[in-house]
């Protein structure tokens, strides 16, 4: 008997039944599509922490109102190489892609263009974005803050998000991809551990009062990445500010600390 672990699935099968579901929540059949391609293309790279595991989630947001799919994509501001974008609480998935190739269309004019989005969501993983300008022969990069989950070194309570960072350039083959959370795993890898019932490395994360655990079911917060100091917390700490910076005030957004989790969330981002 193939175990689960093994188990392939077809990938338009896969697609499909994504698309159904984001369609239950209110998705035209464009905007399911779109969607549900971000998901699995994260599962594809192997990032399981923001796949088909984040389905259900996001599905409960859009029923919530939490997301509003159909809400345009404004500039509030704009140069020849820059772009302010206010995404008017749309849907990350959605608008994330769509910020995407207007940067990408605008690089292609000026040779670089820096983009900023807020009022914004959850926008899948950041890696996939930094590939989509390897595929019009450009170097991407990618980040954002994301809600407090992070204690910064020495502390105990969280002031920082995973913030991403993803980096990517074509070469004569594959391209060369970095993308990479700032702390030292996503919370998604906790969420995994507690399914699959097994325990986390020390190091990943804090429990309530800020102790080492490897507990999942315990754990509260993760830590910077690099985890202690001995083992370069600090440098991880060190990132996650200047994503927090470039992503927070310099795009009209609120700092990490400010942005409240996804399960406590209650309406729309600020």
């Given amino acids: ?12 099968q896969v697609l499909a039944f994504v698309m159904g579901a984001l369609s239950t929540a209110g998705l035209t059949e464009d905007q399911a599509n779109g969607a549900a391609e971000m998901l699995v293309k ?56 769509r910020a995407m190739r207007m940067t990408i269309d605008r690089a292609k004019t000026s040779g670089i263009c820096l983009t900023t989005v807020r009022r914004s969501n959850h926008f899948g993983i950041a890696g996939t974005y930094a590939v989509m300008a390897t595929e019009e022969g450009l170097g991407g990069i990618a980040m954002t803050n994301a809600s407090r989950l992070v204690v910064p070194m020495f502390g105990r309570e969280p002031r920082l998000g995973t913030n991403p960072i993803a980096f990517a350039v074509p070469t004569s083959g594959e391209p060369f991809v970095l993308d990479m959370s700032t702390s030292t795993v996503a919370w998604g890898k906790i969420e995994i551990a507690r399914r699959a019932g097994l325990p986390i490395p020390e190091g990943w994360a804090v429990d309530p009062d800020g102790g080492a655990t490897t507990d999942p079911h315990q754990a509260k917060w993760l830590t910077p990445l690099g985890g202690t100091r001995e083992l370069a917390g600090h440098k991880g700490y060190g990132l ?20 409240a989790r996804p399960m406590e969330q209650t309406e729309p981002t600020g």
């Fill in 1 to 12: 008997m193939t175990g689960f672990d093994d188990a392939r699935f077809d990938y338009d």
């Fill in 42 to 97: 994260a599962d594809l790279r192997g990032v399981a922490s923001h796949g088909l595991g984040r389905l259900t989630w996001y599905v409960r947001r859009l029923q919530n109102g939490l997301e509003d799919p159909n809400a345009e994509l404004t500039i509030d501001r704009e140069s020849a190489a820059t772009l302010a974008l206010d995404a008017n609480h749309s849907m990350g998935l959605l608008a994330g892609p």
């Fill in 240 to 259: 996650a500010m200047m994503v927090d910076i470039l992503c927070g005030p310099l795009g009209g957004n609120a700092w990490s600390n400010r942005i």
